[in-house]
């Protein structure tokens, strides 16, 4: 795979068909676009070409009171492409100078001159340039100024992508994630380094794992236990349960992710921690003293492994 991060030095794509889009979670909605991509390709003898943004537009121009969450970090959008069949994927620095191209120059000086591309696969609600003056028509104008191909998605796989990314980020924010998986096709999962805490969890017997969320725009699921397959600095396949919310038993006053790893006793302050999270288990709530607590979390651990060992 190859991220290409400078747009002024990219290679000399060989019949490059290409699409732009976000690609934010890389689901069953994308895999359709990602699937004619592929098959567009393979008609010419050509590469499928990924051109996507970083920071996400939406990032860069919503007001920051109302942040988009991002299904994947940057990295991990770019390892999901791959496994579809991408093997090129154009990064593009969306920044001011950037988001003031007009729309003739954003396909002339970007789209043409840097990609040189026979064919261009896109929407019809597609909008590019300054004030998203551009659309699928210009596109198609320009495309016999330029010699290029233009391949329209259809409406309703547009649809399914709008759909599908809404209803994906809406079930997560409530601990659905039965849902989220059946519209992404895999299982959701986030990472974070292991820091330091009060170590509450290992006076009743269940040590975890804090966990800090680096990309402030990853979305992360809502308050709840649920079990989860851990590995460690991408590396092992553990099992486990983890509980996010504010630890209202202990009078918690912040939201935390902590994560008690199966039958693992190591120190791993520092370390990456990849979380997969597999099925809920409850919703957090409040216990009457750490007693109860510890017996609710025997009852967890006991059907977080009869499901892990199970699926």
Same mark, same amino acid.
Request: proline residues 4%.
């Given at each position: 795979m190859h991220v290409y991060r400078n747009i002024n030095n990219l290679p000399a794509f060989e019949n490059a068909v290409v699409t732009v889009g976000s690609f934010d979670g890389v689901h069953l909605g994308h895999r359709k676009i990602l699937q004619q991509l592929i098959s567009e390709a393979e008609k010419i003898h050509g590469e499928p070409v990924v051109?996507?943004?970083y920071p996400h537009p939406k990032q860069f121009l919503q007001n920051l009171?109302?942040? !988009? !969450?991002? !299904?994947? /970090?940057?990295?991990e959008k770019y390892a999901i492409l791959h496994k579809a069949g991408i093997d090129d994927i154009v990064e593009v620095p969306f920044d001011e100078a950037f988001s003031k191209l007009t729309a003739d120059e954003y396909i002339k000086s970007f789209l043409v001159d840097k990609l040189h591309p026979h064919t261009i696969i896109t929407g019809y609600d597609h909008r590019f340039g300054n004030n998203r003056e551009g659309d699928y028509h210009l596109l198609e104008t320009a495309s016999v100024k330029y010699g290029y191909q233009l391949i329209e998605i259809p409406a309703h796989i547009l649809k399914d992508i709008n759909i599908s990314s809404t209803k994906i980020r809406e079930a997560l924010l409530k601990a659905d994630i039965e849902t989220a998986s059946a519209y992404l096709g895999y299982d959701y999962f986030f990472s974070g380094i292991v820091v330091e805490s009060n170590k509450l969890g290992r006076t009743i017997g269940y040590p975890t794992a804090n966990l800090h969320i680096q990309d402030e725009h990853k979305l992360i699921p809502g308050n709840a236990v649920y079990a989860v397959e851990v590995k460690i600095n991408n590396e092992g396949n553990y099992k486990g349960m983890m509980n996010i919310g504010v630890r209202p038993t202990v009078d918690g006053s912040h939201r935390?992710?902590?994560v008690n790893i199966f039958d693992f006793d190591k120190e791993i302050?520092?370390?990456? !921690? /990849?979380?997969t999270l597999k099925k809920w288990l409850r919703n957090e709530q409040k216990f009457s003293g750490l007693d109860a607590l510890k017996q609710q979390l025997a009852i967890d651990k006991e059907r977080a492994e009869f499901y892990l060992v199970s699926v």
């Open positions: 051109i996507t943004f009171t109302n942040p !988009l !969450l991002s !299904l994947n /970090t940057a990295s935390m992710i902590e302050y520092g370390d990456m !921690l /990849t979380v």
